[in-house]
């Protein structure tokens, strides 16, 4: 199992806005495609209006399957131009679970 890490920074003071609209338009699609949602965060402490998501994939190429029949779907071309000017930078990483962690090897 690999996890997709990423943190976005969003505009100051566009951080609902882009929730809003992610939750609305954006989080359904990326449901239907790519599914194993492991969480999705806002900080509290420390730099502020930042997302943080994790998505679950078996592999690599799992990953790439499913990102392109997202961005085939032009549901989530609505998303992104409708998000656009909202989110600053990006930052994404490909992270594994050890052995001892509580969700190695899990995916539904």
């Not at 809003?20 to 730099?47: A, D, M, R, S």
């Not at 078996?58 to 392109?68: G, K, P």
Request: proline share 6%.
């Amino acid at each position: 199992m690999i996890i997709d890490h990423r943190t976005y920074n969003i505009v100051p003071r566009k951080t609902k806005e882009y929730l809003k609209l992610f939750e609305e338009i954006g989080l359904p699609v990326q449901k239907k495609h790519l599914g194993n949602l492991l969480g999705y965060y806002v900080t509290e402490i420390g730099p502020q209006d930042q997302l943080v998501h994790l998505w679950g994939y078996r592999s690599l190429a799992d990953m790439e399957a499913r990102r392109a029949q997202r961005n085939a779907d032009p549901a989530w071309a609505d998303f992104l131009v409708k998000s656009e000017g909202l989110v600053r930078s990006q930052e994404t990483k490909i992270i594994r679970p050890v052995s001892f962690s509580p969700d190695a090897g899990q995916l539904s």
